[in-house]
């Protein structure tokens, strides 16, 4: 069997280009056929369970009363799976394979998914070790939800800080939450982040991500033999101060206290989804009738609009464009498919409304 770089293989063959099909396991090789189709991609929710009574807002996983030991919540949200790496081949033709040798699959034993392709420095960090995050920190938290995204290729678990309950108003309670996420698609890290965000699908990750890089309220660890040695050394050395988090409630409760009518909504939404103009007159948001029917219905019938104090106010329109972009789905072929925030404009626009409502505010 012949062997090449990655740039040889690839100059001239779309290997970069597109997905691989005919993929099969055989002992520890991959074998990836010539790009003819596409490895069927898993839904971006695999499995998990939402605790503490909280349905996710895309309605999957178990639902419980109360909470569970982290050890349990893994295993009832099918989150403890054992990952590794095989030799990276490429078909070119009948009985022709090339063995990419700067490349490794990511794999799952257990259901022999392929998870994503890295480089021959990755080492796979198993979820063990992200279920020892969890358990580092048990004396302080409880455990929220644990999800299983796109067939593995992530995981990740929300645990409440237990007494960082803030009001914004009277039942409108915020949780300061730590999350700690491993992936395994051969791009995302190990790493744990305090942030206010719930995570129970990719979207909401990202956008715990993107708070995180924001505040710089997190640590990452890369799948390489290096930062895997630091990974006892960083759990064992957690803070779980929560000094910043008052902030955080001030600003939203500065929103909170600024009046915000529906016209005035209309107009802030044009700034913050930057509609163009529409030949000689300003772009209003109802050039946009889909994002707009969205954000109309959001307004006036949105999760949490019922709270006293909150409606008419900025923080209400902050709500509404927050739930928009974090909960979009389409229906297709009778399976809802979530509309991925992660390298997508929706969290681009949260952040946006975010400072702009926060300008309104002040």
Not at 118 to 133: E, M
Not at 147 to 153: F, P, S
Not at 261 to 279: I, N
Request: charged share 25%; glycine share 10%; aromatic share 8%.
């Amino acid at each position: 069997m012949n062997k090449a770089s990655r740039s040889d293989v690839v100059h001239g063959h779309p290997l970069c280009n597109d997905l691989y099909s005919h993929c099969r396991l055989a002992d520890s090789v991959v074998l990836l056929g010539s790009p003819q189709g596409s490895i069927p991609m898993a839904h971006e929710f695999t499995s998990g369970i939402m605790m503490n009574d909280q349905a996710a807002w895309h309605g999957l996983g178990e639902v419980i009363e109360g909470t569970l030991p982290a050890g349990e919540a893994f295993k009832r949200a099918g989150a403890l799976f054992p990952v590794t790496t095989s030799l990276l081949y490429a078909k070119l033709g009948e009985d022709d394979f090339v063995e990419i040798e700067d490349r490794r699959a990511i794999w799952r034993p257990d259901d022999r998914t392929i998870l994503g392709v890295a480089s021959d420095h990755y080492k796979p960090i198993q979820n063990t070790q992200l279920l020892r995050f969890a358990e580092a920190i048990r004396e302080e938290v409880d455990m929220d939800t644990v999800v299983v995204l796109r067939g593995g290729a992530k995981v990740a678990f929300t645990a409440r800080l237990r007494g960082s309950d803030h009001e914004v108003v009277p039942g409108d309670k915020i949780h300061r939450n730590i999350v700690g996420y491993l992936g395994h698609d051969g791009k995302t890290a190990f790493g744990g982040m305090f942030t206010n965000v719930r995570v129970v699908c990719a979207n909401t990750l990202g956008f715990a991500q993107s708070d995180a890089n924001r505040t710089g309220k997190q640590f990452t660890i890369k799948h390489t033999a290096n930062d895997i040695a630091q990974i006892d050394h960083v759990l064992e050395n957690i803070d779980m101060a929560r000094q910043s988090f008052a902030s955080v409630v001030d600003d939203y409760r500065a929103m909170q206290s600024t009046p915000m009518s529906f016209d005035l909504y209309r107009h802030w939404l044009e700034s913050v989804y930057s509609v163009p103009a529409k030949g000689d007159r300003p772009g209003r948001i109802e050039d946009l009738p889909r994002k707009w029917r969205d954000l109309e219905y959001a307004w006036h019938n949105g999760i949490g609009m019922d709270i006293a104090g909150v409606r008419g106010t900025v923080y209400h329109g902050l709500n509404a464009v927050t739930e928009v972009e974090s909960s979009q789905y389409s229906k297709g072929a009778g399976k809802r498919r979530m509309h991925s925030a992660l390298f997508g404009g929706g969290s681009l626009i949260i952040k946006k409304a975010h400072e702009s409502a926060l300008e309104l505010a002040r």
